[in-house]
């Protein structure tokens, strides 16, 4: 099983001597580990990631080299077409629950998807499913990646969720006061709001989002401007339209499939707009990168 994850932050995916590295441009020319794995309790992945930041802070300089810069390069891998969203709550309903089990249904209809992402290799409007509330979750304080993974799988095997396809992504929401530990030890609301990740099951790749309490101390005033509901939205917005243009990112070694819509500078489409919110279809979200346009947009 091939595993990684790629975070909601305004860090890159940098690449050296043709291997994507995971932790920026400053880390070192190791490749990331592409290992076939025996478990999905094994974690030899590596991540990318940049601190929290205050949306109010002044912008970083590379944000204001030119909007050109940013353009988004197709580079072969698998796009979510239509994408299909099956949100798992972890252990209880997350706060901001109702606002998230909307928004999905808002998110994937909403003129992100009939008007901004099909210039992405005609990506179009995805499909919302009930929300699964897995009660058998560790109730734990404390997790790894490793271990929601095995959790996600107990719940594929057991046919509590569908089975992964070409389509579908698996956003996990988590109650107030868990702490997430990525495989470099970076820590949910220390060193990033969220991320997506992809592991292959049985031959297919397994889409799936991390989105902690993002009003969790450390979180708050970090993943957003707005209230915890509208950061809420924001943020898994984040996830889903990276989950759904470059799902297979952290299955990379190389600027090739199966990377799919990525910029070698600033990373996918949400991390060029990171933190800017707008409102489309109703509800508070990020605005993603448009090659079209050549600016942030919702359209």
């Not at 820590?187 to 799936?208: D, E, I, K, M, P």
Request: proline share 7%.
């Amino acid at each position: 099983m091939k595993i990684t994850f790629h975070l909601y932050t305004l860090s890159i995916v940098a690449l050296s001597s043709a291997v994507i590295n995971c932790g920026g441009p400053a880390a070192d020319d190791s490749a990331l580990d592409t290992e076939t794995l025996a478990a999905p309790t094994s974690s030899p992945s590596r991540i990318h990631i940049m601190p929290l930041r205050n949306p109010s802070d002044p912008p970083p300089s590379e944000d204001r080299q030119s909007q050109a810069a940013k353009t988004l390069t197709n580079y072969g891998g698998p796009v979510l077409k239509n994408v299909k969203v099956y949100p798992i709550n972890w252990g209880s309903a997350p706060r901001c629950s109702s606002n998230i089990d909307s928004g999905y249904t808002a998110l994937v209809s909403s003129s992100i998807y009939t008007s901004l992402l099909p210039q992405y290799g005609g990506i179009g409007v995805g499909s919302n499913h009930a929300t699964y509330t897995d009660t058998a979750a560790s109730t734990a304080t404390s997790l790894t990646d490793a271990q929601i993974r095995t959790e996600l799988t107990r719940l594929i095997n057991a046919g509590a969720v569908p089975r992964p396809d070409a389509n579908t992504y698996y956003p996990i929401h988590f109650p107030s006061g868990r702490k997430i530990t990525g495989s470099d030890g970076s820590q949910s609301c220390v060193q990033f709001c969220a991320y997506h990740g992809t592991y292959v099951l049985n031959g297919v790749n397994v889409n799936y989002g991390i989105i902690p309490d993002v009003g969790d101390s450390g979180c708050a005033g970090g993943c957003g401007a707005s209230t915890q509901c509208n950061n809420t939205t924001s943020v898994m917005s984040h996830e889903l339209v990276e989950a759904t243009t470059d799902p297979a990112v952290g299955l990379a070694t190389v600027y090739g499939p199966p990377l799919a819509w990525y910029n070698r500078t600033y990373g996918e489409i949400g991390d060029i707009c990171n933190g800017q919110q707008a409102t489309a279809n109703g509800i508070t979200v990020q605005t993603e990168w448009s090659n079209k346009l050549n600016k942030c947009s919702v359209n």
